[in-house]
């Protein structure tokens, strides 16, 4: 590392005032500052001092994630063999399903980040501010959002178009309401709605090759149209309880694995990062939600347990990873509470009362990042009353 940060001393003269390269400073100063932490610091203002900056808080999310990345690539690879009828047991061919999973989630995760960062550095390059660290977590997010089957023009279209008008439009990192890998998804899903739903997306390759009976349904589509007793009934897939929380089921490239999914969540809340608080209230508000629909029997997952609701589809996915962004959730204490559970309560209607649209949770969080600011205006607003009727009172 000392080498890289001679070199880097070498040539910063040119990117320097003054320099040839002056005009393109902002874009060297980003690739510095993710290598090395900044030695610049804040003379105006009140700041909260700690010892670490916006690149490592995001970076701690990307590690986070990887639990998630790589066990979606072993999925897709392992969902590839069990349709053309090899391997099909777990424990087999472990590096072939991971070279196949990569060769097609790999060329995903290159696209989004290079097509967002692309965007980003040419803005920062024009304005000449420095490049927003946000999309290093967003560049990883969008991809296991999708399908392995996505194309690669469509996922570079979705990332241009959350950027742009989902980020930059609104300032930038730190200023933008609506979560930027959702509406990347949401994009693709109402631009190009059989790329991303349905049954034959889930799963890579050629569906000629796959064996008879072989379907890539996903639990919760085949949960959607036969409920709990079809679950227990796919000929060639294992939807059972175990299967679910492993994540060995067609879905999303990072969505399936309960475990996976978890790890990410104690990384980030012992490194303070997420807030464990929303994650809580999602789970509360759904798990209650889905209770209710149960005990009165309008569900459309005839049979389905409240239990169920939650390892299935995207759900605790997006609790940890798409509730709790710092910038489109609440900030106080209790809107953190009220957020969450909101997002419960609406995600959990949307899946259970649409029938076109069993997957809500991203609308959800989307509708909730939109009112964020309100809950905390009225939390903030009701401390300050509470506080000068107790001076009055004094």
């Given at each position: 590392m000392k080498f890289i940060e001679d070199q880097l001393h070498k040539v910063k003269p040119l990117f320097e005032e003054g320099g040839k390269l002056h005009k393109f400073y902002w874009g060297f100063e980003a690739f510095e500052t993710f290598l090395f932490v900044s030695d610049r610091t804040a003379d105006t203002g009140v700041h909260i001092k700690d010892g670490i900056d916006l690149k490592r808080t995001m970076f701690t999310v990307v590690i986070a994630l990887i639990p998630s990345l790589l066990f979606g690539m072993w999925n897709v690879g392992h969902q590839h063999f069990l349709a053309i009828g090899e391997m099909t047991a777990l424990a087999d061919g472990f590096m072939d399903k991971m070279i196949y999973g990569?060769?097609?989630?790999?060329?995903?995760?290159?696209?989004?980040?290079?097509?967002?960062?692309?965007?980003?550095?040419?803005?920062?390059?024009?304005?000449?501010?420095?490049?927003?660290?946000?999309?290093?977590v967003s560049g990883m997010l969008i991809p296991l959002l999708m399908p392995p089957t996505i194309p690669l023009w469509m996922v570079a279209l979705a990332t241009a178009f959350a950027v742009v008008l989902g980020k930059e439009a609104f300032g930038g990192t730190g200023m933008n309401i609506l979560n930027v890998a959702l509406l990347a998804r949401v994009f693709i899903f109402f631009a190009y709605p059989t790329y991303i739903s349905g049954d034959v997306?889930?799963?890579?390759?050629?569906?000629?090759n796959f064996v008879d009976g072989f379907s890539g349904a996903t639990p919760l589509g085949v949960a959607?149209?036969?409920?709990?007793e079809a679950l227990a009934n796919v000929a060639v897939h294992d939807y059972s309880m175990w299967s679910l929380i492993l994540g060995t089921v067609p879905g999303s490239i990072g969505e399936s694995s309960v475990i996976a999914i978890g790890i990410g969540a104690l990384i980030l809340i012992a490194t303070g990062i997420g807030s464990w608080r929303i994650m809580l209230s999602v789970v509360i508000g759904a798990f209650l939600t889905a209770s209710v629909f149960s005990w009165a029997g309008i569900s459309y997952f005839v049979g389905v347990t409240p239990f169920m609701h939650m390892i299935m589809g995207s759900m605790l996915f997006a609790t940890v990873f798409m509730a709790t962004d710092p910038v489109t959730a609440t900030q106080t204490t209790q809107g953190k509470w009220i957020y969450g559970f909101l997002i419960g309560v609406f995600g959990m209607i949307i899946r259970a009362l649409n029938p076109a649209y069993p997957e809500g949770w991203m609308l959800a969080i989307l509708l909730m990042n939109v009112f964020a600011p309100t809950i905390d205006h009225f939390i903030v607003q009701s401390n300050i009353k509470r506080r000068l009727s107790r001076a009055a009172a004094l």
């Open positions: 990569a060769i097609k989630v790999l060329p995903i995760v290159v696209v989004a980040y290079g097509t967002g960062l692309g965007i980003e550095f040419m803005i920062a390059i024009v304005r000449g501010h420095p490049v927003n660290e946000g999309f290093l997306v889930w799963v890579a390759g050629e569906a000629a959607y149209l036969g409920g709990a």
